[in-house]
């Protein structure tokens, strides 16, 4: 008798279920390492120096953005090229070569940045070194997510995790880390596995690398649609943040950070899933075979909102001691943060699980449109809100990301895979724009009643609170 996943997905896909369970528990186990060191940092610190440290961290993921984005279209490339041995090497060199060279230009982009006071209230060094560190990990899992393997993404990413904590907790226990020194941390404890693996198993120092046009041209036609999806998504998750550090200070960073790593941990379950997802849908689009990929799809896509959904209620109805048993009695205040925050993290799994599923059906345009529209749409808030509670940023991330799924939804119904690209149709540009004209609506009305009922600008108490 079948059982029900083959029931739902058909026996052919059945089999992948081992391995995004063995990716999503490394995912979950990283994910929950690095929350504990992000919960150290913050009890060794002030409010105010974990506040740096999340900004560092916020602006170091802006700056590595472009390297993010060639690690996935490479892990996508990889992906369709499994089983011909030349073309792996070609698509493996030329993406080495191709992230390489942009590490570098981030790396000068971030001095240039520090010397003219755009970085103001970050760590320089701990900007650089967080960026190097994301940036050899990203590409190193992706290049093994790409090939095929499962134990050593895995490996890498939770090893990388538990040095980070493990060696915070020593430097913990004999001094008083610095908000620098934390990371620095952060940014070298992803390096040390993978020289571990390439001293042990290598993936990159033995294996056949070439150069060639064509696959450095495939990558690139990938990449170029993902540079606005990865900017679009890099302003949906940072903005907040530094919406918060400009209005409010370094203290309320501290306290929405915390209450934004809680709500990620829900990013774990549609982490571990596309990582398995996207390689395979471009695997079944270069055989042909839409029907099994729309119900892979759809399946993850549901499996995603109701585990996510389910965790989440729990974590929305114990938020206020759940924050102040974690990180302190200073955090409860994030609380209803949380809680809204929580909202997006939910509908952000099925927008993930749908978004990576149309990049490996080779539909970047899918994500880049619904990317762009989130991120408008957080910017929109973030400026005609009213601005006199932090509670306005985490309305502006979780709604954005709302509105996001909701048109990504609609338009994988009108055009479910059959080919490898096209346009929206009508009846979904229709759609998308009512959306977002309802959307600004929204936050207009919203904005008008706060003007009303005698909300101050935002800009005038800020220059109230510089007077004080």
Known sequence: ????????????????????????????????????????????????????????????????????????????????????????????????????????????????????????????????????????????????????????????????????????????????????TVLILFGLSSLVPIVLWELR????????????????????????????????????????????????????????????????????IPAGMTAVLMPRIAELHTRGDARHARRLVWAATVGALVVCGLIGLVMVIVREPLLGGLYGQDYRAGAESLAILTIGSVTNAGFVVLTASAVGWGRPAVYTTAMVLAAGCELIALAVLPSDRVTTAAWAVSGSITIALVAVALYMLARPFRGGGGGASRPVRRALSLLWWAFVALVIGRRSTAAMSGVPDRWARQHERRQR
Request: aromatic content about 8%; hydrophobic content about 55%.
């Open 1 to 180: 008798m079948a059982s029900p996943a083959r029931r739902l997905i058909g026996s052919r896909l059945a089999g992948e279920l081992p391995a995004i369970a063995t990716l999503t528990a490394s995912e979950g186990a990283a994910r929950l390492l690095s929350f504990c060191f992000y919960l150290l940092a913050a009890r060794e610190l002030t409010t105010a120096g974990f506040g740096v440290v999340r900004y560092t961290i916020v602006l170091s993921v802006l700056a590595f953005g472009v390297t993010q984005v060639l690690s996935n279209a490479l892990t996508r490339e990889m992906g369709a090229a499994r089983g011909d041995a030349q073309r792996t090497a070609e698509m493996l060199g030329s993406g080495l070569l191709l992230a390489g060279g942009v590490l570098a230009a981030s790396l000068g982009l971030c001095l240039v940045a520090a010397a003219t006071g755009l970085t103001d209230g970050a760590d320089t060094v701990g900007l650089l070194v967080a960026v190097v560190g994301m940036a050899g990990f990203q590409l190193y899992y992706g290049i093994g997510r790409g090939l095929g393997e499962q134990i050593r993404p895995a490996t890498t990413y939770v090893a990388g995790s538990f040095i980070q904590l493990a060696a915070l907790g020593v430097l913990a226990a004999v001094a008083n880390p610095s908000a620098r």
């Open 201 to 268: 198993r290598p993936l990159l120092r033995r294996r056949s690398l070439a150069l060639s046009g064509a696959a450095t041209r495939a990558v690139v036609r990938l990449a170029t649609p993902l540079l606005l999806a990865e900017f679009a998504y890099l302003i949906w998750l940072s903005a907040d943040q530094i919406w918060i550090q400009h209005t409010f200070g370094a203290s309320q960073v501290g306290i929405y950070s915390a209450a934004k790593n809680l709500g990620q941990i829900l990013f774990v």
